[in-house]
């Protein structure tokens, strides 16, 4: 089974959005405080991660095998709507190099990962709702790649919700979640119509995720 998470049903507060404003264009994230202490905690998003002609690359091996399957409404846990995914271990060459470079950069030596790569294809009426990876299949850290669209993730803490903020993961960035964005805040993809960033429209199209993982050890908090 494909599914990893435990999704949470209430809807996140609004927040980031048109308030929070960052340096312009020096920020990726809609709260620069939260932030900072994300990323201390090992969160991270890499603009321009993957060249135009990477992603090209990877995409022409992922649609024959998407192509195949038809796009599903909802999945059985609720979390994602109009999508299409599968587990990919056996790759080209190229996209093999640039999987291992997404490892590399991501991942923390020493800690087994995941063989299988998640590959998820959102529609463009598709969308992601709060959830956090399930700790039973996915340990530390969550890698992931965005090809074809640029998007807005946003992290909410599960305790106190106020405390959130939008990350702009845009076409061909890495993102990291890892710490407490990986265990104590949902992640999320934002749908067409509340894809906002600091004000401004981020148009979603048709968006295929490349997602690498840690397996979980026994001493996660769970
Ligand atoms: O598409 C993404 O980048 C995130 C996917 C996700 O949250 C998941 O599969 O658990
Ligand atoms: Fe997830
Ligand atoms: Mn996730």
């Known amino acids: 089974m ?4 435990a999704a949470v049903g209430r809807r996140a507060l609004l927040c980031g959005g048109g308030e929070a404003q960052p340096s312009p264009g020096k920020s990726w994230a809609s709260s ?4 900072r202490r994300l ?8 603009p321009g991660f ?8 990877l995409v022409a091996e992922l649609e024959p095998q998407l192509r195949r399957r038809r796009y599903e409404e909802e999945h059985w846990d609720g ?9 990919k271990s056996h790759w080209s060459k190229e996209s093999h190099e640039i999987l291992q470079r997404v490892r590399d950069a991501a991942l923390p030596p020493g800690v087994p990962q995941l063989s299988q790569v998640h590959v998820l294809d959102l529609a463009k009426t598709g969308y992601i709702k709060p959830h956090v990876d399930s700790v039973k299949f996915c340990g530390c850290t ?3 790649l965005s ?3 640029s998007s807005v993730m946003r992290l909410v803490h599960e305790q106190n919700p106020q405390d959130c903020l939008d990350l702009l993961l845009e076409r061909r960035s890495l993102y990291i979640l890892r710490g407490p964005a990986r265990y104590e805040y949902t992640h999320e993809i934002l749908k067409d119509e509340d894809s906002f960033f600091n004000g401004r429209k981020v148009p979603r199209e048709r968006r295929i995720s490349v997602i ?3 397996l979980p050890l026994s001493s996660d908090p769970s």
């Open 212 to 214: 690498c993982r840690n």
């Open 50 to 57: 993957l060249s135009e002609e990477e992603e090209a690359l």
């Open 39 to 46: 990323q201390a905690g090992g969160a991270s998003v890499v």
């Open 79 to 87: 979390a994602i709507h109009k999508y299409r995914e599968t587990e």
């Open 2 to 5: 494909l599914r990893r998470f």
């Open 32 to 35: 620069e405080a939260l932030w």
């Open 147 to 149: 090809l074809l669209s």
């Open 142 to 144: 969550i890698a992931g």
